[in-house]
């Protein structure tokens, strides 16, 4: 066995490229990439005065790690460095196409690594790597337009962050991080961001409007293949943080979704279509739609930003039952029916419109529909018995506590749904499926809302849609009985 030589303090900057393995990247595109993963990094290093060695490089493929030498100061790499890559990236981007373009995660943090003769370990060098891949830091840089987001350990923030203003203490955030065996707190900064928006005076576009631009759009001879989306893309500056997909309605679908949240993002699109494709039919529908999200449109006739679209399924024909728990829950929540569609029979699938009156709605339908498969409740507490297939509902007076009456919906639900081999409830913050005797809920991430907008016949379809989603395996933010 070798020798331990000791240990030396080192600081780490770890890198990895977002959207690196999306399909719709050809290779060409991903070696254009990792290449200028290299150079953005190698560019804002010399920017900033540190030294780059590439025998301190651990490479990754779409990912690097850096060990930078015991005498580099802390406080440059939360200071300068982050502003210097973001400028490096800006600037890569203008120049490449859209597949070949890149947004990055950073971490940064410090400690010791213990060499021998075969190599090195570090605990600390495992929590770089590990927090690099938070959720949080992901999610950031998923729903911005930034190029950059920088996540932090606790204690690289509380040492070298948190009483420095030049390294903008407070530009960060704390975030949970859950990664394999760690978890911890770490701290997340958007760099160079413009976070999405509405831009001023225009609407954000409902469910329905979304679905009717990519309708249009895919109709739209200038905007029907990848190649051709990539063209229009590519002079719009906030197209890097696009996620692409293969399938033509899911990247449709995900272009618009991004491009309606950035300011001005619409008209952009409607540009450089029109300078594309002017003439076509299908461009002045588009036209339209995106006039009358400009103008505010038809407030009696559009759903306000607040309101939501519900979706239940269930395989049986009578699908009341379900229905109705899921609204009381949804009511005790703090949300309300507005408006809903007749369901179609065979089996039964209804849409309604709900909108939000409290602003604890979504994380008390989240909680709620939790309880559901993991039995959180306290089920003494209200005479209530959820155990394995046998449920007990007790009925309470009016004055029944929010709990106590959360509770009966809930159990209400599971009564309902056992009489049903498939359940579907959809709604923008969360997805509950049973098949079975198996219950699946979790709020969706944004690929799964686009996968679903792209294939809306999965929600009737719930074997096909978790096969879609997840395969054999549940996804983080899932719970499961």
């Known amino acids: 066995m070798g020798s331990d030589s000791g240990a030396l303090h080192r600081s780490f900057i770890a890198v990895d490229v977002e959207g690196f393995g999306d399909p719709a990247r050809t290779t060409a595109q991903r070696r254009g990439a990792r290449s200028g993963m290299y150079q953005v990094l190698m560019r804002a290093f010399a920017d900033v005065g540190l030294p780059w060695d590439d025998k ?14 015991p005498d580099v100061a802390k406080a440059v790499l ?27 995660r950073m971490a940064l943090h410090a400690g010791e690594v213990h060499y021998d003769e075969r190599g090195k370990t570090s605990a600390d060098l495992i929590l770089a790597s590990r927090i690099l891949d938070a959720a949080e830091a992901k999610r950031a840089l998923r729903d911005s337009t930034a190029p950059l987001v920088v996540i932090v350990s606790d204690p690289f923030y509380q040492s070298v962050i ?22 911890d707190q770490a701290w997340v900064r958007l760099v160079d961001a413009d976070t999405p928006r509405p831009a001023t005076g225009t609407r954000a576009p409902t469910s329905r409007e979304l679905n009717a631009i990519v309708d249009a759009l895919l109709r739209t001879p200038g905007f029907d293949t990848h190649e051709k989306r990539d063209l229009v893309l590519h002079e719009l500056p906030f197209a890097a943080s696009i996620a692409r997909h293969s399938s033509d309605r899911a990247d449709t679908f995900s272009i618009v979704r991004m491009i309606a949240r950035y300011p001005g993002g619409l008209e952009a699109l409607r540009e450089s279509i029109n300078f594309h494709a002017a003439g076509n039919t299908a461009v002045a529908e588009l036209d339209t739609l995106i006039a009358d999200l400009a103008g505010g449109g038809d407030s009696g006739s559009r759903a306000s930003n607040d309101e939501h679209e519900l979706v239940v399924f ?4 009578d699908g009341v039952p379900v229905r109705d728990a899921v609204v009381d829950i949804l ?7 507005t408006a809903e569609q007749s369901p179609e029979r065979g089996s039964w699938f209804q849409r309604l419109t709900v909108k939000q009156r409290s602003p604890e709605a979504a994380a008390n339908l989240a909680t709620a ?9 306290v089920a003494e507490t209200v005479g209530t018995a959820v155990q394995g297939g046998d449920i007990t509902v007790q009925v309470h007076p009016p004055d029944a ?6 509770t009966n919906a809930i159990a209400r639900l599971l009564e309902a749904s056992r009489g049903h081999d498939e359940v579907v409830v959809y709604m923008g913050s969360i997805l509950l499926i049973k098949i079975d005797s198996s219950i699946r809920v979790w709020e969706p991430t944004e690929d799964e809302h686009d996968l679903i907008a792209a294939n809306p016949h999965l929600l009737q379809a719930p074997r096909d849609l978790v096969a879609k989603l997840v395969g054999d395996k549940l996804p983080e933010n899932a719970a499961e009985r």
């Not at 203490?169 to 990664?179: E, H, L, N, S, T």
């Not at 269930?314 to 024909?317: A, D, I, K, L, P």
């Not at 009511?331 to 029916?337: C, F, K, L, S």
Request: glycine letters at 8%; aromatic letters at 2%; proline letters at 4%.
């Open 56 to 69: 301190s490089v651990e490479d990754a493929g779409d990912s690097l790690i850096v060990l930078l030498p």
């Open 78 to 104: 939360a200071d300068r460095l982050p502003g210097r890559l973001a400028a490096a990236l800006r600037d890569h981007n203008q120049g490449h196409s859209v597949g070949a373009r890149l947004r990055l």
């Open 162 to 183: 948190r009483d420095r203003s030049a390294t903008r203490p407070d530009a960060y955030r704390p975030v949970d991080v859950r990664v394999k065996e760690i978890s």
């Open 314 to 317: 269930t395989s049986g024909e």
């Open 331 to 337: 009511e005790i929540a703090g949300y309300g029916v």
């Open 369 to 377: 529909l939790t309880a559901t498969v993991t039995n959180g409740v």
């Open 401 to 406: 506590t929010h709990d106590e009456r959360m």
